[in-house]
């Protein structure tokens, strides 16, 4: 059983339906186990494939993860208090900073203020808050790489203890590639304050490495989301041999938060609940992507809708020098329509199944491009909110598994979590591995 912790919690209900305020609930967690005995048909909260329980976290919570082909583990930490922020799986039980310490500042270095508004650091070559990575395999010009997202926007706390989120400055968000040969930082993009709004949040991201995609230099391109809690989502498109960086839908309807979405994680009714602001709603916009093999085209969602999209990947790849660029990427928007839930991050295999990590149901969904369905992929009690996911060159999906709706900065202040976080994995359908047709 949890340890309830204490609380001065303001009763709503007398008997035995009393409600907190101030927390969500964790009525129906229990840790090692527990089975039902009775002779009725009983949900019992698993279908699909095993799950392999991979990796546990002792020390900080995770958020992304990137599976190499070497087997190497690579998981985030959005900072916050943690000493670092990208680090690789070293055994069971405990990982470490990569590549190295040092490119970590401090937890006092993350921040700055000017005229008294909090800004992000601007610091180009150190990292600030690393949301994503993601492994591109080896091409004819570029070693296996872990791509590197950091938002360059922590979360700062007040003497109160109350989160906030400083703006960006120019240098702290940026997209960094690691050779996975030699462990060595060999690229890092950054982007103008046009691109990047100071109230930008990257999120994910994809690529397309072959030479010949349209609109680009000939060495690549990174589609990026930018998920914005304050209301411009969008995609940022970054060409790998210029430099160049331009955005996409830009607040299209597609790319929004939902209005007030109330989700049910576990059963229980889901508010966003920071401490020092009232209680209100999720406000995370444009959220999953994925590329199909092909490269043709984006599939995409926001965190807090329940529905698909997709978007042909020329439209993103069209910069402001088409002056209908714009029109023409949000006409050419498909709404595949509702999937069942809300959807937390995507990724895709080589069969071009769209993997949608399901919080709302301890599930991955997949969308199949074949019949225009969503399908139940697979479910399990254990997948306490999925965060990320990588599919390796194994054939395996990996998940993150990190509790996020009982962290303190949503559950006002108090942290309900309970360690360890973990890595799942199981075997994908019909021999679908990670996708390496992009990749030449
Ligand atoms: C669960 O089992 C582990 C290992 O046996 C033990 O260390 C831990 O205290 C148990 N947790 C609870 C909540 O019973
Ligand atoms: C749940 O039921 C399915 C059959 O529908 C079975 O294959 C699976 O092993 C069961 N899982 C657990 C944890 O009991
Ligand atoms: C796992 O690695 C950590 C950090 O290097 C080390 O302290 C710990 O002893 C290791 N545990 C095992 C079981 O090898
Ligand atoms: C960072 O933000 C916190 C919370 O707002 C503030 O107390 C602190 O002074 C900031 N640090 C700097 C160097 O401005
Ligand atoms: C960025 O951070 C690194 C690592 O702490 C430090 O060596 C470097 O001087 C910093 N750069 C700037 C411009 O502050
Ligand atoms: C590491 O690999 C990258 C990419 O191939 C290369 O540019 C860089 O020079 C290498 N660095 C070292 C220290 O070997
Ligand atoms: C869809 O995008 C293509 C360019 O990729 C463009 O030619 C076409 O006009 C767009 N469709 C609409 C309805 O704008
Ligand atoms: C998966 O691969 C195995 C071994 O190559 C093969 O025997 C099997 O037919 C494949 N299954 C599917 C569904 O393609
Ligand atoms: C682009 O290059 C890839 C491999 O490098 C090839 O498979 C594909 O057919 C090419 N596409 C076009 C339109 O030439």
């Known amino acids: 059983m949890l340890t309830a912790p204490l609380l001065t919690t303001l009763s709503l209900a007398a008997g035995g339906l009393a409600q907190s305020i ?40 995770p958020i992304g993860i990137a599976v190499a082909s070497d087997g190497r583990i690579f998981t985030t930490y959005t900072r916050g208090t943690d000493q670092y922020t990208l680090g690789v799986v070293v055994n069971e039980t405990a990982e470490e900073p990569y590549p190295s310490a040092a490119l970590n500042l401090g937890p006092d270095e993350l921040n700055t203020t000017w005229h008294g508004i909090a800004f992000g650091s601007g610091n180009a070559s150190a990292f600030i808050s690393v949301q994503a990575v993601y492994v591109t395999s080896k091409t004819s010009t570029r070693p ?6 950091d938002t360059g926007r922590p979360t700062v706390y007040n003497a109160q203890m109350d989160p906030s989120m400083p703006y960006a400055q120019p240098g702290g968000p940026k997209l960094v590639a690691i050779s996975l040969a030699n462990d060595t930082i060999y690229q890092t ?11 930008s949040y990257l999120n994910d991201l994809r690529f397309d490495l072959r030479a010949n995609v349209s609109g680009t230099s000939g060495a690549g391109i990174a589609y990026l ?10 995609f940022i498109m970054v060409d790998l041999g210029t430099g160049e960086s331009w955005r996409r839908l830009s607040e299209d309807p597609s790319v929004l938060r939902g209005g007030e979405d109330v989700p049910s994680y576990q059963g229980h009714p889901f508010y966003f609940r920071q401490k020092g602001s009232a209680i209100g709603w999720q406000q995370e916009g444009l959220d999953g992507i994925q590329l199909t093999p092909d490269g043709k085209t984006v599939y995409y969602s926001p965190l807090s809708t329940n529905y698909l999209y997709s978007i042909p990947s020329a439209n993103l790849r069209e910069k402001d020098t088409n002056p209908l660029a714009e029109l023409q990427a949000h006409a050419n928007v498909s ?4 999937r069942g839930g809300n959807a937390n991050g995507f990724e895709g295999d080589s069969n071009g199944l769209i993997y949608q ?35 390796g060159a194994d054939g395996y999906i990996y998940m993150n598994i990190n509790q996020l709706p009982y962290q303190p900065d949503w559950n006002d202040g108090v942290d309900l979590r309970v360690y360890p976080g973990a890595i799942l994995r199981c075997k994908l359908p019909n021999n679908g591995t990670k996708i390496t047709s992009l990749y030449a």
């Not at 698993?46 to 990796?55: A, D, S």
């Not at 296996?144 to 997202?149: G, K, P, S």
């Not at 993009?189 to 109230?199: E, G, K, R």
């Not at 989301?225 to 969008?234: I, K, L, T």
Request: glycine residues 8%; hydrophobic residues 30%; aromatic residues 14%.
């Open 189 to 199: 993009f950054t982007f103008p304050s046009t691109v990047h709004y100071p109230d």
């Open 22 to 61: 101030s927390t969500i609930q964790t009525e129906g967690l229990v840790q090692n186990g527990s089975r039902w005995d009775t002779r009725l048909r009983v949900d019992n909260g698993t279908y699909g494939p095993e799950i392999e329980e991979v990796h546990y976290f002792y020390d900080q919570w």
């Open 144 to 149: 296996e790489t872990l791509w590197v997202l």
């Open 225 to 234: 989301v930018d998920s914005s809690n304050e209301g411009r989502p969008g």
């Open 357 to 391: 990590l399901m919080p709302e149901h301890n599930a991955i969904y997949y969308y199949d491009q074949n019949d225009g369905q969503t399908h139940a992929f697979v479910r399990d009690p254990r997948i306490l909110w999925n965060d990320g996911a990588s599919v």
């Open 335 to 338: 709404n595949h329509g509702q």
